[in-house]
């Protein structure tokens, strides 16, 4: 690919060289270690606290040594995605690109710009000797993406600046000031196992070929969920005595699951029957999801491995029918703000462990009430089902504030550099600003970035101009900062 971005394509070394580096939720020592060598190798001071989090200091260029600091924020972890039949080996391989016309994408991955982005542009910036800029604090968080842990662990003191840019927003024009609050709930339900008889083989159940992608950002795409997809075939067949002895789906609490399967017992007369009820059903999810996921698919096949027990028919209907009774989707739009999602829920893992059913759920909103209200209605699901739950401290939601003096400065500088306003958006997604300026209440907020999509999936990519043009915002704002 050409291009014309001098910047950019010093922003795109550092981010392969960011991608070399494992760095997938809870598993960030690496690019710790590597970011705390970076700023002792160009003479940065830098610290890190007790979870990892990460501030390194550059001071402010001539003229600038007394303006007030600006935090430039992104988190290290990315969540590590990949289809069916990739190999890759998340804890040691570095991230293939793949460049497609305007797009970088991975091979077969998710991509990690989400947030290896913010990282590559501030290390750019850090280096770049003729950028005019106050003293910088380049905080970068651990653990975002399974629950905003690096944000949460902040201590008073860690950075002092008050003044805040967070590189994590996903389409070029748009500056975010808002975002949801979320919560995490964690179910189990016991199940009963018997042996199985005689006249009936196993089969894995697969329902794949889905896009998932964002439980924030798309979850009101109507995408399908490979779980729920699942969970409809077996109700299907559950009058053939079909028997569940294994199940499992999702990998992650921000992500749409794409794929997912049940080892299956069918009674060798009804296989056939099976059959034709999973190519109906097939049929069925193609035409409700023609226009978001048109590759589903559903498939049996025998399985390899030996198993000598399924559910009991109790537990195996009771557990059909807790996957078709747990939410998925948009609970409810914003009435304050035209097309914003107000509240939702993430049906985002199955799995049968140690005779137990475990689910994680996760809720978004921006009103905390109704985050709550959805949160006991999952929890009570699981408890009317026998079963029990458990649900996190959660994240507060970002509330806009629409006169904040970074914002006006900001929208003004964009529409001199590109002769358009941009647009001022509160999101359904979580960012770390609603926790840090709720720990550091002084901090003036903005958060932007390149133009992302499809993140947390293997679909994942970034537009490269896009990048050329947030860097050329950012160091025109930084100018102005004195």
């Known amino acids: 690919m050409n291009i014309e971005h001098e910047k950019t394509k010093e922003i795109l070394k550092w981010f392969e060289e960011i991608s070399k580096i494992p760095r997938c939720s809870k598993h960030e020592e690496k690019i710790i270690a590597w970011l705390q060598n970076w700023a002792k190798e160009h003479g940065f001071e830098s610290k890190t606290d007790k979870v990892g989090n990460i501030v390194i200091k550059i001071p402010g260029s001539k003229g600038y040594e007394n303006a007030p600091i600006v935090v430039i924020q992104g988190h290290v972890d990315m969540v590590c995605e990949k289809t069916p039949d990739s190999d890759h080996d998340f804890t040691k391989d570095p991230i293939k690109f793949v460049y497609e016309g305007e797009w970088l994408t991975a091979d077969k991955t998710s991509l990690g710009a989400d947030n290896g982005i913010a990282l590559a542009m501030a290390l750019t910036l850090a280096l770049d000797k003729e950028a005019k800029h106050p003293p910088l604090e380049l905080l970068f968080t651990v653990?975002?993406?399974?629950?905003l842990t690096g944000a949460t662990a902040l201590?008073?003191?860690?950075?002092?600046?008050?003044?805040?840019?967070?590189?994590?927003s996903e389409d070029e024009g748009y500056f975010t000031v808002g975002c949801a609050g979320g919560i995490n709930t964690y179910l189990s339900l016991p199940v009963n196992f018997e042996a199985k008889k005689d006249n009936c083989k196993a089969f894995v159940l697969k329902a794949t070929g889905m896009k998932g992608g964002h439980s924030g950002i798309d979850i009101d795409k109507e995408k399908a969920n490979a779980i729920i997809i699942l969970g409809r075939t077996l109700n299907f067949l559950r009058e053939l005595d079909l028997r569940i002895a294994d199940i499992k789906g999702g990998t992650a609490h921000n992500a749409i699951p794409r794929d997912s399967h049940a080892v299956v017992f069918i009674n060798s007369n009804y296989i056939d029957k099976v059959k034709e009820i999973i190519k109906e059903a097939e049929k069925t999810f193609k035409i409700e999801f023609k226009n978001t996921d048109p590759d589903i698919t559903i498939t049996l096949?025998?399985?390899?491995?030996?198993?000598?027990?399924?559910?009991?028919?109790?537990?195996?209907?009771?557990?059909?029918?807790?996957?078709?009774?747990?939410p998925h989707g948009v609970a409810a739009m914003s009435t304050d703000i035209k097309g914003l999602v107000e509240t939702s829920n993430n049906f985002a893992s199955i799995e049968i462990k140690d005779n137990e059913v475990k689910v994680l759920t996760s809720q978004r909103s921006s009103i905390v009430s109704r985050l709550q209200a959805l949160t006991y209605k999952i929890e009570?699901?699981?408890?009317?089902?026998?079963?029990?739950a458990h649900s996190g401290d959660g994240y507060p939601p970002w509330q806009p504030n629409m006169d904040s003096p970074l914002l006006k400065q900001?929208?003004?500088?964009?529409?001199?550099?590109?002769?358009?306003?941009p647009v001022v958006e509160v999101i359904h997604a979580g960012l770390e600003c609603g926790i840090i300026g709720d720990k550091y209440p002084e901090m003036?907020?903005?958060?932007?970035?390149?133009?992302?999509?499809?993140?947390?999936?293997?679909d994942e990519k970034i537009n490269v101009p896009s990048i050329g043009k947030v860097w050329d915002f950012m160091l025109k704002l930084l100018e102005e900062i004195k």
Request: with cysteine.
């Open 143 to 147: 653990d975002e993406e399974t629950g």
């Open 301 to 326: 096949e025998e399985s390899e491995n030996n198993y000598d027990k399924y559910l009991t028919k109790e537990d195996n209907n009771k557990l059909i029918d807790f996957i078709l009774a747990i």
């Open 410 to 421: 900001c929208v003004n500088i964009y529409k001199g550099l590109y002769s358009k306003d």
């Open 380 to 388: 009570a699901i699981a408890k009317i089902a026998g079963g029990n």
């Open 155 to 168: 201590e008073p003191g860690f950075i002092e600046g008050k003044i805040l840019l967070n590189v994590d």
């Open 444 to 458: 003036d907020m903005i958060s932007f970035g390149p133009t992302l999509l499809y993140p947390h999936s293997p």
